[in-house]
């Protein structure tokens, strides 16, 4: 009895389809698009005076000991680092300069890039009741050895969210004892939001704490953030708003403060 040779041709259309996802997955995907419609800052200091879109085209190094870097003086702009580094080290750790830094302006975008070596990375300030400065969102950065306070963001409404804060603190400009701090949001209405805190220390005696959230109200949330090595992980003032879905590892104090809303470890 001769063998059965299978019928394939009802099988083509299934085959054809997976032949088709095959390619298409075989494809290579391009990179996140670079920001080229910007207007670019080659060197620092550097002060935008005008509403817009801002770039790095390259890393930038610099040796500040006071001062900013970088200064928005402007509403409504956004600052694509693509995906470059600012970078201050060479400072050493007794500098006291900003890295990006604001007062009283309103409507940023920061994102994309790295920022290291200041004493604060980005200093976006307001003032109690947090009512000028708002709208601001942080995102996809990594704020890496700044000596004192990695990201400030004070205001109403504001996002911090995907960053990567990496060893915060050292800082020797305020004496032998210094706090360090690695995210800090004042004001109400605030996400923080899916960041990662690492190894957060203080000079001397200094505390140290991954987040702080100033919330003078009950609607600022604090959501899936990771914090490990610190004293402090997630600290509430002022305010009642609610935090869950966050994890700590190695630190003293988990949390304080706000409104545990579940799933907090």
Do not use: W
Request: aromatic fraction near 6%; hydrophobic fraction near 40%.
């Amino acid at each position: 009895m001769r063998p059965r040779i299978p019928v394939l041709t009802r099988s083509l259309p299934v085959l054809v389809l997976l032949v088709l996802v095959l390619l298409v997955l075989a494809v290579p995907r391009p990179a996140q698009a670079e920001t080229i419609n910007c207007t670019a800052i080659t060197i620092v200091p550097f002060t935008i005076t005008a509403a817009g879109v801002y770039c790095l085209i390259q890393d930038i190094g610099t040796n500040l000991p006071s001062g900013a870097a970088i200064t928005i003086a402007a509403n409504n702009v956004v600052l694509d680092l693509n995906g470059h580094r600012l970078d201050n080290l060479a400072a050493g750790r007794g500098t006291q300069a900003f890295g990006i830094s604001s007062l009283h302006q309103t409507n940023f975008t920061i994102k994309n890039g790295t920022v290291s070596g200041f004493f604060y990375g980005i200093n976006l300030g307001d003032f109690s009741p947090y009512t000028t400065s708002q709208g601001h969102v942080i995102e996809d950065l990594r704020a890496d050895q700044n000596t004192y306070l990695a990201i400030l963001v004070a205001g109403r409404g504001n996002i911090v969210r995907n960053t990567r804060v990496v060893a915060t603190g050292g800082s020797t400009a305020l004496g032998a004892n210094v706090a360090a701090y690695g995210i800090v949001v004042d004001g109400p209405e605030t996400r923080i939001l899916n960041n990662d805190v690492i190894g957060t220390f203080g000079t001397g005696t200094g505390a140290s704490v991954g987040i702080i959230i100033h919330d003078l109200g009950s609607d600022s949330l604090a959501v899936n953030n990771r914090i490990t090595r610190a004293q402090y992980g997630i600290i509430y003032f002022n305010g009642t708003g609610k935090f869950r879905d966050n994890l700590t590892s190695g630190v003293t104090y988990p949390f304080g403060g706000g409104t545990n809303a579940g799933n907090n470890n």
